[in-house]
């Protein structure tokens, strides 16, 4: 039963499965556990960004393509629900219309891009999917009318996810059971479903087929199948789950203007969560999310303080201040594909596997 | 003229042809002058900032998403030099404004070439031959870029004004052209007819044709072609710097992310240009330069999305490019 729900893709790790079942009971008892604002606001982040980023896996790890529009779809999701909660007033409706929109609008979006640039040289990917999210956040910012400019859209949601909703007096175990818990609860479901979904979707037939083209397009092409429509396809699957997270996203703010869902900082995050927990693995999207969003929630106030105490030295002041933190994630992500390639769950799995010495499966090593 | 049969010349008529079908949508001839005179000259700037791009590429086969950075380095670079010459570029007299602005220049791409030799060394380096992997590196190190530019000029907008004698404009007929535009063609035909020479008419140049065409063949004839490429790379980002030069001059203001903007910006002309080839590159950003001057002045709301029009039309008609490199 367990095996059928994770689609037979086991942490094969004791220790990869551990950390996995700390994060599923961390994040499912989150509000219980970390009290405070700051920490559950983080742990819905890492909810959010496991989606996003599982789905950005989908194309740079299982079929070895690289896309920076991953973000854009990411803000048509998140847009899809505020513009529509801010023209149709905050009920179920407008959300679901608005969530419907959208993934049309992304899977319109997405197919035009996949059919017309995947036929072009793959290198060619890349380069115009950043000119095409570039153009795109031009676009959300220019259209104010629309989506608000660069203030963004501050909207209400349907009073029963709205904070102020209590749906008891009493405190249950010291939390309030109120409309952000429900959110959250919200989030958390649909996090853990599409991320089972994933898993699905990468250990089927369809995802063997991406993987072999990522190890090699022509003797994919030369066994029979279509590169193409397998490339447009996971192009598309992955767009969708991005907008997802964008939906997502914006019933957990409340808000969304083009610095929350759109700027290419965003897309930077996301490849770096992908390069850390390791590509071509959906717990590695998983893992990711954690480690990043707490380093780069909790980290930012450790290099204010060693800022602070270097203050005699200006150079060195300077480079520690917490506005340079990009900096370090710079360094990071330039050290970890040195050094760390098949991140953390490629490498908690060759350990494994050396212990065992059992043959190695190959595929992990070779990303 | 045997030449010509060798070339596909196709693709040289796009540039008269677009400037062509704008003339009846503009209508004032004039107009039309000033607006096709200042598309060439920003082609030419797009041109000299992507030459190195598509150089590396071409000759190296390495995709550099940190191009941009050796960009934003030139023109910050630019701004120090100029800022401390401030009795130069001041003064109004020609040349003493171009005295002002020739050792801009060469700092700018002294300092590009040093930094382009150690990214070659610590980014690039350790991914020759995955393309994948160099996508994702060189971004990592354009982020460390970006954020030490913040560090040593701070995170805000400089401005660059252009020297005196360099600013206004002549009048030619009803057409006004500035000054500024003729220099950058100037600039900009220099490189080209630089790059050509070089390439094709000297030794150097048929060295590092011959060792992408067969590495091993030309080392075991006593080259080093090691080093030849690593000198490409670092030729690559001393261009880049000119063109942030030019780039800053033009815009008469820099910011610390304008690596990253003008990134998508040649991204695009190396793709109308088919990634490695210097005469596709110019036909591109020629092109770009032209189609940003008319939508700007037509249609200013849409100018950003012509250039992605402009790129997925040529892509339709020659999915690989104007002038594909047939040895990929």
Partial sequence: ????????????????????????????????????????????????????????????????????????????????????????????????????????????????????????????????????????????????????????????????????????????FGVSLDGRLLSYYLLFVLALGMLLAMLRIVNSPFGRVLQAIRENEFRA?????????????????????????????????RYNGPDTSLSFEIMMDVLLIVVIGGMGTVYGAAIGSVLFLLAQSYLQDLLRLASESAAAWPLLSALLSPDRWLLWLGVLFVLSVYYFPTGVVGRLRARTALKRSAPKSGLEESV | M???????????????????LAWPLIGSGSTWLTLTVAGLAMGMIIFIMASGLTLVFGLMDVLNFGHGLFIALGAFVATSVLGAMGDWTGSGEWWRNMLAVLPAMVVAMAVAAAVGLAFERFIVRPVYGQHLKQILITMGG???????????????????????????????????????????????????????????????????????????MVESLGYRIRRLFVGVFVVGSALAGLGGVMWGLYQQNVVPQMG??????????????????????????LLVGLMANYTGFLAPKVALFSNIALMAAILLWRPQGVYPVANR
């Fill in chain 1, 1 to 172: 039963m367990f095996n059928r729900l994770i689609s037979n893709d086991l942490p094969r790790s004791r220790l990869l499965a551990a950390v996995l079942l700390m994060i599923l009971l961390g994040l499912a008892f989150a509000p219980f556990l970390f009290p405070g604002v700051k920490a559950l606001s983080v742990a819905a982040k890492v909810l959010i960004f496991v989606v996003l980023v599982v789905g950005f896996d989908l194309l740079l790890g299982y079929t070895g393509i690289v896309s920076f529009a991953h973000t854009m779809f990411f803000g048509i999701g998140a847009y899809g629900i505020a513009i529509a909660s801010n023209t149709w007033g905050p009920t179920w409706g407008s959300i679901g219309l608005g969530f419907v929109l959208s993934m049309g609008l992304t899977l319109v979006f997405s197919l035009a891009i996949g059919l017309f640039s995947l036929r072009v040289r793959a290198i060619f990917f890349a380069m115009i999917t950043l000119a095409v999210a570039a153009a795109f956040q031009t676009l959300a910012s220019q259209l104010s009318d629309f989506t608000g400019g660069e203030d963004g859209l501050s909207f209400k949601l349907p009073e029963l996810l709205s904070p102020s909703t209590e749906f008891s007096d009493e405190p249950f």
């Fill in chain 1, 221 to 253: 092409e030369a066994i029979g199948y279509r590169v193409v429509v397998y490339r447009t396809l996971s192009s598309v699957l992955s767009a969708l789950f991005a907008c997802v997270a964008g939906a997502m996203l914006a019933v957990w703010l």
């Fill in chain 2, 2 to 20: 045997k030449f010509l049969q060798d070339i596909d010349t196709r693709p040289l008529l796009l540039v008269p042809v677009l400037a062509l």
């Fill in chain 2, 142 to 216: 354009m982020i460390i870029g970006e954020e030490l530019i913040k560090v040593i000029w701070g995170p805000l907008q400089i401005a660059l004004p252009l020297p005196e004698a360099m600013r206004g404009s002549v009048l030619w007929g009803d057409a006004a052209i500035e000054k500024y535009r003729l220099l950058a063609v100037a600039v900009g035909l220099a490189v080209f007819a630089a790059q050509m020479w070089v390439l094709g008419r000297t030794k150097i140049g048929l060295l590092i044709r011959a060792g992408v065409q067969d590495r091993e």
């Fill in chain 2, 260 to 285: 990253a903007q003008v990134n998508v910006l040649i991204f695009i002309v190396i793709i109308i240009g088919g990634l490695g080839s210097t005469g596709g590159a110019l036909i591109g950003a």
